[in-house]
């Protein structure tokens, strides 16, 4: 079968993928259940030793580290830590502190701060499940989370899609396990993943809730898979703009099997991520603030803009290569994700974005681009209102048509003007984008799968579509490259 499968669980329908909800909890490979309590240990408490599929998450760098301090778990850990001795015991390395509180700053070298089964560590306003390890390291200090794989993943998921659409919940969870199984112990750093963007956002217990909790514990243990191997590239994005794109015009890098361009296509003549606010956007400058903006980013002066010419395309539309013409006839060219880096706008409350995706068509003196070759069209004239949209200028502008359906995922902000309103005038020398999309639109479209999961599909579904040709196992079963 060319399709998603869902191996080791005997789960298949005559119509093709099924899905059943798996037992709850479910005990994975090696993950037995702890011994009853004991009054004292054995031997030294040792937390590290038991913890069931721990990742290292780097939650800081820096030389003020701060404090931890001792506060009450609301909830259990779904991998308790082995017993200790006494309730809420803050532990470093195996000696038992009398105090709940520990300035990391107060002693060398590195350690590790540990909880009794009933605590929480709270760093910086945040509790965290698992230990956290202090690193010294050419005169910084790092912070790491050690925490087992599955409540990392509570700190992950609502981060990265929090939805009532549980189906498009739980194929986030998968994909994000899939994630950090790939990167688990793949460096000699002293972490696999951060808890920024760069990794995956990770927000400690705080951001744990109910219906992300439920889609981890029902995808227990469960991975995406290509050729026997756990998949290391399961990447994910917010919304697509109607169909998602290969690495090759994304970043220029090879392409990988099951990161294929793929339509969002919701069956009715509309995109399954068209409720995002984001389906629409436009972005507005002058040729003299667009210089200025290319000027801070190539780090040198740079003349007035004149033109922007589409020169390559990917296959879901997205501009892979874009010409900059500069005033006295200078030309320069952007690729790939630069695009999205130099071409910066300002937001309402004064910060800098990067463009929301390289899915546009150029307009320019009133015409629009929109040849998904990037030839020497001219392209068709574009109907325009007569008041401008968005922060008024000189300040570049971005503005969002449509209203999204519920809170974006991802932290997707922005100003917005009504559904079907139409393109601002434009003067002579201004240029304006018309766009689609939010991300780099690798794999996953996080609005898409939630759009997919409102129209009755399960995961299965959701993972066949964005990652064609993947399996699903558990990630017990599986080796990697």
Excluded at 207 to 215: G, K, T, V
Aim: glycine content about 12%; hydrophobic content about 35%; charged content about 20%.
């Amino acid at each position: 079968m060319g399709g998603l499968l869902l191996l080791a669980l005997g789960l298949a329908g005559a119509g093709g993928l099924a899905y059943a909800p798996l037992p709850r909890p479910i005990t994975l490979p090696g993950m037995e259940a702890p011994a009853p309590p004991q009054s004292e240990p054995a031997t030294p408490y040792k937390p590290l030793e038991g913890m069931v599929d721990p990742v290292r998450v780097l939650l800081y760098q820096g030389a003020q580290p701060g404090k931890v301090r001792l506060v009450e778990a609301s909830s259990p850990s779904f991998c308790p830590p082995p017993p200790a001795a006494g309730e809420n015991t803050l532990w470093l390395d195996t000696q038992r502190l009398e105090s709940g509180e520990f300035d990391l700053a107060s002693k060398g070298g590195s350690y590790t701060l540990s909880a009794s089964a009933d605590s929480l560590l709270e760093w910086q306003g945040r509790p965290y499940r698992g230990a956290l390890r202090l690193e010294r390291t050419g005169g910084r200090m790092a912070i790491v989370n050690i925490v087992p794989l599955e409540d990392y993943l509570r700190g992950v998921v609502p981060e990265e899609l929090l939805s009532n659409a549980l189906e498009a919940v739980k194929a986030q969870a998968i994909v994000a396990r899939t994630y950090a199984v790939a990167r688990r112990g793949q460096t000699e750093a002293l972490w696999d993943l951060t808890a920024t963007p760069s990794s995956q956002v990770y927000g400690g217990v705080a951001a744990e809730d109910e219906i992300s909790d439920r889609a981890v514990q029902e995808t227990q243990g469960l991975i995406l898979t290509f050729a026997d191997q756990a998949a290391t590239q399961t990447l994910y994005h917010s919304s697509c703009g109607g169909a998602t794109e290969g690495p090759p015009y994304v970043y220029g890098t090879p392409a990988v099997p099951y990161l294929q361009s793929v339509a969002c296509d919701d069956g009715r003549g509309g995109s399954d991520c068209q409720a995002s606010s984001y389906a629409t956007w436009r972005a507005q400058w002058t040729g003299r603030q667009l210089g200025e903006i290319l000027a801070k980013y190539w780090g040198k002066p740079t003349k007035s803009v004149e033109r922007l010419e589409i020169a390559e395309r990917g296959p879901s539309g997205r501009v892979s290569k874009l010409k900059v013409q500069l005033e006295g006839g200078e030309e320069r060219l952007l690729e790939f994700e630069d695009i999205r880096q130099a071409l910066q706008y300002q937001r309402p409350d004064g910060s800098w974005a990067s463009l929301p995706s390289t899915k546009f068509e150029i307009v320019a003196a009133g015409k629009v681009d929109t040849d998904p070759q990037g030839s020497d069209s001219k392209g068709a004239d574009v109907e325009q209102s007569s008041e401008p949209l968005g922060l008024p200028q000189p300040a570049p502008l971005l503005s969002l048509v449509g209203q999204p359906a519920e809170p974006a995922p991802a932290g997707q902000a922005g100003s917005q003007a009504s559904q079907g309103e139409e393109a601002p005038a434009l003067k002579e020398g201004e240029i304006l984008l018309i766009g689609h999309g939010w991300g780099h639109g690798l794999g996953l479209c996080q609005w898409g799968a939630m759009g997919m999961a409102r129209r009755g599909l399960d995961c299965l579904q959701i993972l066949e579509r964005y990652y064609p040709g993947t399996q699903v196992g558990r990630a017990a079963d599986w080796a990697q490259p």
